[in-house]
């Protein structure tokens, strides 16, 4: 894809999905448009061989936005990453196409793994703020994955996957609409256990006071 076309799809990109823009001159200004064309041109360098040079302009991008994607990593097309300070996707990670990530996301690795270690991220999947991803799991597509979750595995696609360690408290048959892509409206799994216990402990406790109410009248009857 040439300079100028690639100008106008990231210019696409980000008109369509952040509804704070107002033109198209803003998006020079954005962190995920210039990091975006620093990783393309480091990606190439890596691709053939550079690997010094591809870290440099790699690391010129870090400096300018707070985002640091190493120039191995393979991105598809739609990419798009909100505001993006903190954000880390490491060098085996695979993304695919249409995937949005939040600030202060950590596509990396878990430290014990060799050749794929970090995750691969299928087509359609947004990424709530502050959520970690590790190890060279599959992140299925039109998923999912709220705020400040840690995901240690494998995601199924058309998930919701929310907590520490994150798990799939929602599975969809249709496919992940950008205009869906909100990281408020998800299920709080912490919020509905601790009402099934609060049900199950109401019942155990009307339970025992039927109990103690039949021996009291027990008792009685003995007298």
Do not use: C
């Not at 087509?123 to 840690?150: E, P």
């Not at 950008?178 to 998800?186: G, K, P, V």
């Not at 109401?202 to 021996?215: A, F, G, M």
């Amino acid at each position: 894809m040439g300079l100028i076309r690639r100008i106008r799809e990231e210019i696409r990109i980000i008109r369509e999905r952040d509804p704070a823009i107002h033109s198209s001159m803003e998006v020079f200004l954005y962190p995920s448009f210039k990091v975006m064309m620093h990783y393309r041109i480091a990606h190439k360098l890596y691709q053939n061989g550079h690997y010094f040079l591809a870290r440099w302009v790699s690391q010129r991008g870090v400096r300018k936005t707070g985002i640091e994607i190493h120039p191995g990593a393979q991105i598809g097309e739609g990419f798009f990453i909100d505001h993006g300070n903190g954000v880390i996707i490491g060098e085996t990670t695979i993304i695919g196409n249409n995937v949005t990530l939040y600030q202060g996301v950590t596509l990396g690795g878990t430290g014990k793994e060799h050749g794929k270690r970090h995750p691969t991220i299928e087509d359609n999947v947004m990424v709530g703020a502050g959520a970690k991803i590790l190890g060279s799991s599959t992140i299925g597509a039109n998923s999912k994955i709220g705020a400040g979750s840690v995901v240690l595995g494998p995601v199924p696609p058309n998930s919701t996957v929310v907590g520490v360690p994150g798990r799939v408290v929602k599975r969809s048959k249709t496919t992940l609409l950008r205009e869906e892509m909100n990281q408020t409206d998800l299920p709080d799994p912490v919020r509905e256990d601790i009402q099934n216990l609060q049900e199950s402990n109401s019942v155990l406790t009307n339970r025992l006071l039927e109990l103690e109410e039949k021996i009291k009248e027990l008792q009685r009857s003995k007298k």
